[in-house]
């Protein structure tokens, strides 16, 4: 699930990515309101957390911007804690609005909750957990398991499983899970992705029957419930 940041302190905006990251999300960071503008409008993600004080446009008129076509979940993000101001941004459209400083257990909270409110589940299913065969994932929880039984993973193992299951079926490169669970730009002289998927693979599908991580040659890798 893949979140905009709209950000231009750069430790907040690292802490944020990192902190959204590590909980399995994909993060694109953008320090004006004109790339952050251009990045809501063009891009597709699950949900924008959107400063109020940005070089270039400010967050309101991000946001107004952006309201007039996508209809996205907005977290305003502001050390402008005035009634005034979170009713501004409110009427504007934002979801929700977090005055800083703030927890990032709170924050993330709120993420959670605006990315359940957008996902509009079918009735009995839960947008928190992720589902293929036997294969379980437990976003909140952080808990994977196949056929009920935990997979003990690392936290990136966590990560690059969650972006292959959210994405099931189809094909992801090495340069793609790089930059989206590492962050990095793919260096051919690394096997990082490589030794990743050997290890995840080896407690997702070798204690396992029917094997749901595989490898398309040349392209990359796909996690699919296939035939036999």
Do not use: C
Not at 18 to 42: C, F, M, N, P, Q
Not at 150 to 167: G, I, P, Q, S, V
Not at 173 to 198: C, G, H, I, K, P
């Amino acid at each position: 699930m893949k979140i905009l940041v709209v950000e231009d302190e750069p430790k907040l905006a690292e802490y944020l990515r990192k902190a959204l990251t590590e909980s399995s999300y994909v993060v694109d960071v953008a320090h004006s309101g004109t790339e952050g503008r251009y990045l809501a409008i063009e891009g597709h993600y699950a949900l924008v957390l959107l400063d109020v004080m940005l070089p270039g446009l400010d967050g309101f008129a991000v946001l107004r911007e952006l309201r007039r076509d996508k209809h996205i979940p907005v977290l305003m993000l502001t050390a402008r804690d005035k009634v005034e101001d979170r009713v501004k941004g409110l009427q504007a459209g934002a979801d929700d609005y977090l005055v800083k400083p703030f927890a990032l257990s709170e924050l993330l909270a709120r993420v959670q909750a605006l990315l359940r409110r957008g996902a509009r589940p079918a009735a009995g299913q839960d947008p928190t957990v992720l589902r293929l065969a036997d294969l379980e994932v437990d976003l909140v929880r952080r808990k994977a398991s196949r056929s009920g039984q935990r997979l003990d993973l690392t936290a990136k193992e966590f990560t690059l499983l969650t972006l292959l299951l959210r994405r099931h079926g189809q094909v992801l490169s090495r340069t793609a899970l790089a930059e989206q669970v590492w962050d990095m730009n793919f260096d051919s002289n690394t096997n990082v992705v490589e030794v990743a998927v050997r290890r995840l693979r080896s407690k997702l599908d070798d204690p396992f029957a029917k094997k749901l991580l595989h490898t398309v040659r040349g392209m990359g890798y796909v996690l699919e419930d296939r035939e036999a």
